[in-house]
């Protein structure tokens, strides 16, 4: 909540000063905070007050605007995974993908490899045996290069690292080194102030431990979930957790 205050008043200032292009970029990412904050109309489209997706995409892509672009696809990667459509998250990553060039030097490009590679290995225990080796290396792919990029910034990449190397350990049955980098993936975003991914971290490793049977433990893992998202203020995720 305190974020979309700001965002609205850098939009403010963004109008005032006539900087069209990186004040629709802005209102991509408000739009998005809108919709964790509990004004989600449908996780498959940005949609509300502050983006039109049906109006405003067509404009981008009239004007090539490939950063612009590279932030709308991967806010759609991330809110179509967050809420649970991992077929739509994976069809947002191939277009973030595209307009990764846009973005070099950008947080964009490590939040792609992320999300890319948790959605893939979601997708992973439904998937074809071709499918699983496709994503099965473009996970580890990924993750490789995060790992790289983490080594000179570990406060903000290291449980990144740490969660994907949990899911991957998870679909392919190594059970104790998943519960390890779960945990470390937990305890390194406690510790270094990044709650989404604590709270999804939780949210994974609840969803593990219930897939292995061990419910007192996933209820753990999952009431600390939910209480990570409330504190980061999104209720649509809360909700969503509450019934699924």
């Not at 190397?165 to 519960?179: C, F, P, S, T, Y």
């Not at 209480?227 to 999104?234: E, F, H, I, L, S």
């Given at each position: 909540p305190q974020l979309e205050q700001k965002?609205?008043?850098?939009?403010?200032?963004?109008?005032?000063?006539?900087?069209?292009t990186v004040l629709t970029w802005n209102q991509i990412y408000r739009q998005t905070v809108l919709e964790l904050m509990g004004n989600l109309a449908s996780s498959d489209i940005l949609l509300g007050e502050a983006y039109s997706e049906e109006k405003l995409l067509a404009l981008l892509l009239k004007a090539n605007d490939r950063v612009g672009l590279q932030h709308f696809y991967l806010q759609k990667v991330i809110l179509a995974y967050l809420f649970g459509d991992v077929e739509l998250a994976l069809e947002n990553a191939a277009q973030a993908e595209v307009y990764l060039d846009g973005v070099a030097g950008f947080i964009n490009v490590p939040e792609y490899h992320f999300y890319d590679s948790l959605a893939r290995l979601a997708a992973y225990p439904s998937a074809t045996k071709e499918e699983q080796e496709e994503h099965l290396f473009y996970a580890t792919s990924n993750l490789k290069k995060l790992q790289k990029k983490a080594l000179s910034a570990p406060i903000i990449l290291q449980h990144k690292c740490d969660l994907i190397?949990?899911?991957?350990?998870?679909?392919?049955?190594?059970?104790?080194?998943?519960?390890e980098y779960y945990d470390c993936a937990i305890a390194?975003?406690?510790?270094n102030g990044y709650i989404q991914v604590q709270a999804l971290a939780s949210e994974l490793a609840g969803a593990f431990y219930l897939s292995i049977g061990r419910e007192k433990n996933a209820k753990t893992y999952l009431t600390e979930a939910r209480?990570?998202?409330?504190?980061?203020?999104?209720k649509a995720k809360v909700e969503h957790l509450e019934s699924t």
């Open positions: 965002m609205v008043n850098y939009n403010h200032l963004l109008f005032q000063l006539k900087q069209e190397a949990a899911e991957k350990a998870r679909v392919l049955g190594d059970i104790v080194i998943a519960m390194g975003a406690q510790e209480y990570c998202y409330q504190r980061w203020g999104a």
